[in-house]
């Protein structure tokens, strides 16, 4: 009796170191894979172009050491230009799409009116189409208002790209929030809008987060609308900037490796400062909904 | 302070009417306890008081004014919710100051009434502290407290002690009881707790379906129900109920009992109900007293013994007895019933008026 129980508890135990081995062993490779490209280019960006080419997967020895694309990069003026123009329309779409999603979906989730589910399924019906397939209506729309080559109409497409995924996730979060708090704040007579920014703004913070950083990526290495909506000098964004070292002929790779290592940054940072309220945002969402 | 009338209160959610028309009349300073059973709408009708939910039809009136339209900081009331409902990134003294910093009120006074509030409920250590670092009775006792400093007319309670437990409940009721003692300011107590309703009512509200069963203190629920519901439903474990025949001369028999004496006015009709409360009962030899049956089941709490005896019908009846009974499952008992203890009901569940009130009841 007792020794079955022993050789089944450590058979039990076995298993389950077993299992974890598994799953991290499957982690590790998928991290791998994924982080691979990154460091490749990462590395490459500190070597000339000789020590790229003879061996793109070496580390940087001294021979081949060089910041020759650091300095090709930041020397071009222009590439703080388009690194700002970068950030100005990621931070101001986010800001835009967190806003916006989080008072719509307040609306959706807490008030009782007509048409609220359809008015919901509309709002996130855009999930569902690539925003891509409207470029040339987006483009007319865009000479018409005479946004075209303006940061703004970045803005306006990236806002609109980034809302439905942030209404439906905000919604489904929203309503678990308890009804009571709320309730709560009303009879303690503050204001539907005072009830949105100083209760359930906070009680959403982890959520905001995980969309901001869902939202923030494809908007920040976007190529598609700057070319087309704002490829003047002026406006170009980084993405649109390494493209000056891509020539038809030749091709500046330290530059370009250099560039983009600079534009990997920000994502980076980002995830840094929340990664912790990322993760609880995601397992809120994957217990609660 | 201020009285409360509900006026033939309505409430449709689209097109199903929940609440179908309520009147009622809570007097300053008393203490008025919803029950009911789980959707019977005790919960709407209290959020319809506080302004949360609209009326559908008739009138809120609170202290002479009618409320329909007004919001629900405007009318004077504080509400206490079953989920604390604490705001998570303000402390303790943030949580109770929050209403009256953004009334604009006075800092000193602001400050003068949550330091009160606190020492009242024993909150001073506390008042620095977010409410994920307390325990459940110490959350809920900030959020009467947070209902304290508005000093509101009338406060609302949406079963507030039921996320805690066994001995905190006991605790937390008691010192209700003693915060509208010293306080004596309306209350409006939702509650599913036998014991809470019986203890802090001065009157109990029972609830059905969107219909008020019946208003009245505690004690005159107890022993003089106005009708079958209400009978089962207060008091713990609840009423035995038993097919009763009429035997033309005033007097029913129960299965194969002797004509019994029931002490009501005027019962009529043949399909008739004989309640008796399992306290009531009292243990004989078999074969004396009313009944005679077999113990199924005997529950000991040790001060207090619940035996379950089969009668032959489909529900056994219960007998509360004294802890000491020796009777175990299969032996036979009989069971005596005491007339003043009796209730009959007619077919429709109404019960017949007792010809004495219950000594306790004025
Ligand atoms: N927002 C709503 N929409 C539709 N129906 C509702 C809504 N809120 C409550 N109801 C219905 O109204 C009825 C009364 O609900 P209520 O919450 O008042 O019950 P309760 O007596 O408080 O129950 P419990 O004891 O479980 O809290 C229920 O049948 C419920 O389904
Ligand atoms: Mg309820």
Redesign the interface.
């Given at each position: 009796m007792n020794t079955v129980d022993t050789t089944r508890a450590r058979r039990g135990r076995m298993g389950r170191i077993g299992t974890a081995a598994g799953v991290h062993a499957v982690l590790l490779t998928y991290t791998l894979i994924a982080i691979f490209p990154v460091v490749i280019v990462v590395l490459n960006s500190f070597k000339n172009r000789r020590g790229i080419f003879t061996e793109p997967l070496a580390l940087p020895t001294a021979e081949t050491f060089s910041t020759e694309g650091y300095a090709t990069v930041l020397n071009q003026g222009n590439f703080l230009l388009y690194y700002g123009n970068s950030l100005i329309v990621t931070i101001v779409s986010l800001f835009l799409i967190l806003l916006c999603g989080a008072m719509a979906a307040h609306a959706l989730s807490e008030y009782r009116f007509k048409l609220n589910t359809l008015l919901g399924v509309y709002l996130i019906l855009g999930i569902m189409v690539p925003i891509r397939l409207g470029t040339v209506a987006i483009l007319q729309l865009m000479v018409d208002l005479s946004l075209v080559n303006t940061l703004v109409s970045l803005i306006l497409v990236y806002t609109a790209q980034g809302l439905p995924v942030a209404i439906f996730i905000l919604t489904e979060f929203m309503r678990t929030l308890?009804r009571?708090?709320k309730?709560?704040?009303?009879?303690?007579?503050?204001s539907e809008y005072?009830i949105f920014f100083e209760?359930v703004l906070?009680?959403i913070r982890p959520v905001l987060a995980t969309v901001a950083v869902f939202s923030m990526i494809p908007i920040w290495n976007d190529l598609w609308f700057p070319l087309i909506l704002a490829s003047s000098d002026a406006t170009k964004t980084v993405t649109l900037g390494v493209q000056q070292f891509i020539g038809q002929y030749t091709v500046n790779w330290s530059a370009v490796l250099a560039s983009l290592s600079i534009a990997i940054l920000p994502v980076l940072v980002l995830y840094a400062i929340f990664s912790r309220q990322l993760i609880s945002g995601i397992t809120a969402g994957a217990v609660k909904g | 302070m201020a009285d409360l009338v509900l006026q033939d209160v309505r409430k449709r959610f689209g097109k199903t009417e929940v609440i179908h028309g309520v009147d009622l009349e809570v007097k300053d300073g008393e203490f008025v306890v919803f029950v009911g059973p789980s959707g019977c709408g005790k919960s709407t009708l209290l959020?319809m008081i506080?302004?949360?939910e609209e009326v559908s039809g008739g009138d809120v009136v609170i202290g002479g004014e009618r409320m329909n339209e007004i919001?629900?900081?405007?009318r004077g009331?504080?509400?206490v919710?079953?989920?604390?409902?604490?705001?998570?990134?303000k402390d303790v003294y943030g949580n109770m100051a929050?209403?009256l910093r953004?009334?604009g009120e006075d800092k000193a006074l602001i400050d003068e009434r949550v330091r009160k509030a606190a020492d009242i409920l024993g909150l001073e250590p506390l008042l620095k502290r977010r409410p994920k670092e307390l325990s459940g009775g110490q959350r809920q006792r900030v959020a009467i407290g947070r209902a304290i400093v508005?000093d509101p007319a009338i406060f609302l309670f949406d079963e507030p002690l039921s996320n805690l437990d066994a001995a905190l409940r006991v605790q937390m009721r008691v010192e209700i009881l003693r915060l509208h003692q010293r306080l004596k300011t309306t209350m409006v107590y939702v509650t599913h707790d036998q014991v809470e309703a019986m203890t802090l009512a001065d009157r109990i509200v029972v609830l059905r379906d969107g219909r008020i069963e019946q208003v009245g203190t505690p004690l005159e629920l107890y022993h003089h129900p106005k009708n079958r519901f209400v009978a089962g439903f207060i008091g713990s474990p609840r009423m035995n109920f038993l097919t009763a025949t009429p035997d033309g001369q005033g007097r029913v028999t129960v299965r194969d009992s002797a004509p019994i004496e029931v002490p009501v006015r005027d019962a009529t009709g043949d399909a008739l109900t004989l309640g008796i409360r399992p306290e009531h009962v009292e243990l004989t030899a078999p074969g004396q007293g009313t009944l005679t049956g077999e113990v199924l089941v005997a529950e000991r709490l040790g001060g207090e013994t619940f035996l379950h005896v089969d009668l032959g019908d489909a529900e056994p009846l219960v007998v509360k007895a004294d802890g000491g009974v020796t009777q175990k499952p299969g032996e036979t008992v009989g069971l005596r019933f005491p007339p003043a203890a009796l209730h009959l009901f007619g077919s429709e569940g109404q019960a017949f008026e007792h010809r004495e009130r219950h000594g306790l009841i004025a």
């Open positions: 308890s009571d708090i309730d709560c704040a009303r009879v303690d007579g503050l005072r209760v906070p009680l | 959020r506080a302004g949360l919001t629900p900081s405007d009331i504080a509400m919710f079953q989920s604390y409902a604490l705001y998570p990134h929050f209403a953004h009334a508005r």
